[in-house]
């Protein structure tokens, strides 16, 4: 079945240390977002890709950092620079832009500061 | 800028009642399309509907309606006789016709008691 896979489904950060959540679809689509989800703030945008080496920063871009080297996986490294990085970490996938657009999620990572 | 607003932070009902959850957007496109998600207690995010800015045309779709309004710059979701596998986090969302970003809500969790 085709599908949006993301591992681990916890991660724990250690003090200065990065971390990196994969994030890998089959789906064939263009477009890969990663979002960051408190609780009460909904979804905010960390970085997104509409093609294989290329990536825009999202809202909340700093302390994060990405790749596109392939079209099938979008990781997201959670670096030392973010400073309060515990959050519930979603990977959406989407169809490029004119055709039917809509996001397509992952089951998420939740990352936590030991 | 588009903005996403859900006012409703939680609701509770109770089995068999009707509830409808609230959401009001703002664009200054003309072309623009919205969405509703589900997020169960799971995690991953779950497609239930998306409407573009032409088509105001109410949907039903078994148990769950959409009241799609421009002249309030709203797009309700109603669930009828509500039911316990209807608990969780809803959210909304909207992406302007030209644009690459989705801007989502800080969606309604919705929580119906046996």
């Known amino acids: 079945d085709g599908g949006i896979t993301q591992s681990p489904k916890y991660l724990f950060r250690k003090e200065g240390q990065n971390v990196t959540l994969s994030c890998e679809q089959n789906l064939n689509h263009d477009a890969m977002y990663w979002y960051r989800q408190d609780p009460g703030q909904g979804l905010r945008l960390i970085y997104y890709s509409q093609i294989v080496n290329d990536f825009q920063k999202g809202d909340i871009a700093e302390g994060y950092s990405v790749s596109r080297e392939k079209k099938e996986s979008f990781p997201l490294t959670v670096t030392s620079a973010q400073k309060n990085p515990t959050a519930f970490y979603l990977c959406?996938?989407?169809?490029?832009?004119?055709?039917?657009?809509?996001?397509?999620f992952g089951s998420g990572t939740q990352l936590s500061v030991l | 800028a588009q903005k996403v607003t859900q006012a409703q932070t939680e609701i509770s009902v109770v089995e068999k009642e009707d509830v409808t959850l609230d959401c009001v957007y703002e664009t200054r496109d003309t072309t623009y399309y919205l969405f509703w998600y589900k997020q169960p207690p799971s995690g991953e995010l779950v497609f239930l509907i998306r409407r573009n800015s032409f088509d105001e045309q109410n949907e039903i779709s078994g148990r769950y309606s959409w009241n799609f309004q421009k002249s309030t710059s709203s797009f309700n979701f109603t669930i009828t006789a509500s039911q316990v596998v209807d608990s969780a986090v809803y959210f909304c969302a909207l992406i302007k016709g030209t644009g690459n970003q989705f801007y989502f809500g800080t969606g309604t969790s919705l929580t119906v008691i046996p």
């Open positions: 959406a996938s989407s169809h490029y832009r004119g055709r039917d657009e809509k996001l397509f």
